[in-house]
């Protein structure tokens, strides 16, 4: 059984305490397409990746900012779960059909 999607949407936003401020951080500016499609579903490889701008950032800013991440796995149905689902919706409208008379 497969327990996630590997197609994923990722955002990464950082928040410099200090100053109050809240920005996107832009992947394709930092990562390679590649890394950016390995790392949207890995859990392991985004902490990484969290903790190795934050610490970039400190550097250059002087300032550790607060790393937020969102990562998106839009819902994919597969051609058998669709035939279920509409055999399902048929089984539905026929029991309510059966019920209103």
């Not at 955002?11 to 951080?25: D, E, N, R, S």
């Not at 500016?29 to 950016?36: E, G, K, S």
């Not at 902490?47 to 800013?61: C, K, P, R, V």
């Not at 051609?79 to 919706?89: C, N, V």
Request: aromatic share 10%; proline share 6%; with cysteine.
């Amino acid at each position: 059984m497969k327990l996630r999607d590997k197609q994923c949407d990722i955002f990464v936003f950082m928040f410099t305490p200090k100053t109050q401020q809240l920005g996107w951080i832009p992947l394709d500016q930092v990562l390679h397409y590649y890394q950016i499609k390995k790392m949207e579903s890995r859990p392991d490889m985004i902490a990484q990746f969290t903790n190795w701008i934050a610490d970039y950032i400190q550097g250059i800013e002087g300032e550790r900012p607060e790393i937020y991440v969102h990562v998106h796995a839009p819902p994919r149905f597969s051609s058998l779960s669709l035939s279920r689902l509409s055999t399902a919706h048929q089984l539905a409208s026929c029991l309510s059909l059966s019920l209103s008379l």
